[in-house]
Antibody, heavy 124, light 109 residues
Framework: QVQLVESGGGVVQPGRSLRLSCAAS????????MHWVRQAPGKGLEWVTL??????????ADSVKGRFAISRDNSRNRMYVYLQMNSLRPEDTAVYYC???????????????WGQGTLVTVSS | DIQMTQSPSSLSASVGDRVTITCQAS??????LNWYQQKPGKAPKLLIY???NLETGVPSRFSGSGSGTDFTFTINSLQPEDIATYYC???????????FGQGTRLQIK
């Protein structure tokens, strides 16, 4: 059973940094691309970033490029994906979801499982 | 970036009705179009992938069609548990960003 559990959210001042973590279980983690998708309060879904199954390729939305960085740990006993968020802005306030890609190739972009999300609030 | 325009933004229907939501891409995306359901306070759930493929475990009253720039999502015989917001999502040739439609909020009349 696929499980994705996010942590690390909270209240942070503008300009500061925060790192989110996502613990994965129930699937062969090292075989799938992983995403972060966010949702501002009362708003729609916004894709943030994708990391390939092997960590070699990273892709970002223009709104976070240069400020956010995704990474992953494919160790057998430590299946995690991270989102390092720097230079945070009030418009980054959102629930951040960790999500799993459905397969390889183009299908890594297709999200088939989501975590429950962690709230990040950027406010002074 | 490819823009996805969903319509309507909200709709109200009765139990048993057939409901249709459309999604239009700003350029040709072939069949790289997915549909998600998000219930209040919950994470989204994949319903349809690659325009018309039903995800495992999803009831057959949900269906999708289309290709190129115009896509349709249909619920045959609306059920009370289908109350949710529905999103389309396009994907394709990375590093082109993945984008979602703005969502369609479905309510029971």
């Amino acid at each position: 059973q696929v499980q994705l559990v996010e942590s690390g959210g909270g209240v942070v001042q503008p300009g500061r940094s925060l790192r989110l973590s996502c613990a994965a279980s129930g699937f062969t983690f090292s075989s799938y691309g992983m995403h972060w998708v966010r949702q501002a309060p009362g708003k729609g879904l916004e894709w943030v970033t994708l990391i390939s199954y092997d960590g070699r390729n990273e892709y970002y939305a223009d709104s976070v490029k240069g400020r956010f960085a995704i990474s992953r740990d494919n160790s057998r006993n430590r299946m995690y994906v991270y989102l390092q968020m720097n230079s945070l802005r009030p418009e980054d306030t959102a629930v951040y979801y960790c999500a799993k890609g459905k397969g390889r190739g183009k299908w890594q972009q297709l999200v088939d499982y989501w975590g429950q999300g962690t709230l990040v609030t950027v406010s002074s | 970036d490819i823009q996805m325009t969903q319509s309507p933004s909200s709709l109200s229907a009765s139990v048993g009705d057939r409901v249709t939501i459309t999604c239009q891409a700003s350029q040709d995306i072939s069949n790289y179009l997915n549909w998600y359901q998000q219930k209040p306070g919950k994470a989204p759930k994949l319903l349809i992938y690659d325009a018309s493929n039903l995800e495992t475990g999803v009831p057959s009253r949900f269906s999708g069609s289309g290709s190129g720039t115009d896509f349709t999502f249909t619920i045959n015989s609306l059920q009370p548990e289908d109350i949710a917001t529905y999103y389309c999502q396009q994907y394709g040739d990375l590093p082109r960003p993945i984008t979602f439609g703005q969502g369609t909020r479905l309510q029971i009349k």
